[in-house]
T-cell receptor, first 113, second 112 residues
Framework: KQEVTQIPAALSVPEGENLVLNCSFTDSAIYNLQWFRQDPGKGLTSLLLIQSSQREQTSGRLNASLDKSSGRSTLYIAASQPGDSATYLCAVDRQSGNTPLVFGKGTRLSVIA | EAEVAQSPRYKITEKSQAVAFWCDPISGHATLYWYRQILGQGPELLVQFQDESVVDDSQLPKDRFSAERLKGVDSTLKIQPAELGDSAMYLC??????????FGPGTRLTVL
């Protein structure tokens, strides 16, 4: 059974810092890995999707990497801002694609002005 | 920009009552998912539809939960009777084949 772990569970940083969020998964037979953002009491916003054949994806100040063989992904946030404060969730699906996502518990990020 | 719609956004009910949630996926998305997210946890799948057919409902508590997608478009998730442990956020998502899953705003259920 696939298990996804996110470390740390919570993180507080001053504005302007670069930071890294970590995600690990137990079964390397995945199709996609997605990073989501969730604001309190809200739904999920997709940030980045990395296909299993890819190594990384970038969007603005966000960069996500994937090492499928070791079962790890990182989300790098450059020059953090108070508006980045949210919970960040990592999720993977199965190798066949078009399958349900298995989520980690998330990392709760606070960026202090 | 197309979005997944869900209603209601919030629902408060007493235990043993029936509740229903509605989801309208992005137009053309054949795959629809219902997830449940307990506070402090990641979402977990309840049921997956491909068009009008159920693909995976192995984690759906079938003694009290039911889901349908009769015309392969919008979907309804029902709980009867609701229990205290059902308090959670219920999220609907849709996707095109192996593409990104797009999530709706969710329905926050509180059972008293």
């Amino acid at each position: 059974k696939q298990e996804v772990t996110q470390i740390p569970a919570a993180l507080s940083v001053p504005e302007g810092e670069n930071l890294v969020l970590n995600c690990s998964f137990t079964d390397s037979a995945i199709y996609n890995l997605q990073w989501f953002r969730q604001d309190p009491g809200k739904g999920l916003t997709s940030l980045l999707l990395i296909q299993s054949s890819q190594r990384e994806q970038t969007s603005g100040r966000l960069n996500a990497s994937l090492d499928k063989s070791s079962g790890r992904s990182t989300l790098y946030i450059a020059a953090s801002q108070p508006g980045d404060s949210a919970t960040y969730l990592c999720a993977v699906d199965r190798q066949s694609g078009n399958t349900p996502l298995v989520f980690g518990k998330g990392t709760r990020l606070s960026v202090i002005a | 920009e197309a979005e997944v719609a869900q209603s209601p956004r919030y629902k408060i009910t007493e235990k043993s009552q029936a509740v229903a949630f509605w989801c309208d996926p992005i137009s053309g998305h054949a795959t629809l998912y219902w997830y449940r997210q307990i506070l402090g946890q990641g979402p977990e799948l309840l049921v997956q539809f491909q068009d009008e057919s159920v693909v995976d409902d192995s984690q759906l508590p079938k003694d009290r939960f039911s889901a349908e997608r009769l015309k392969g478009v919008d979907s309804t998730l029902k709980i009867q009777p609701a229990e205290l442990g059902d308090s959670a956020m219920y999220l609907c998502a849709s996707s095109l084949l192996t593409d990104t899953q797009y999530f709706g705003p969710g329905t926050r259920l509180t059972v008293l």
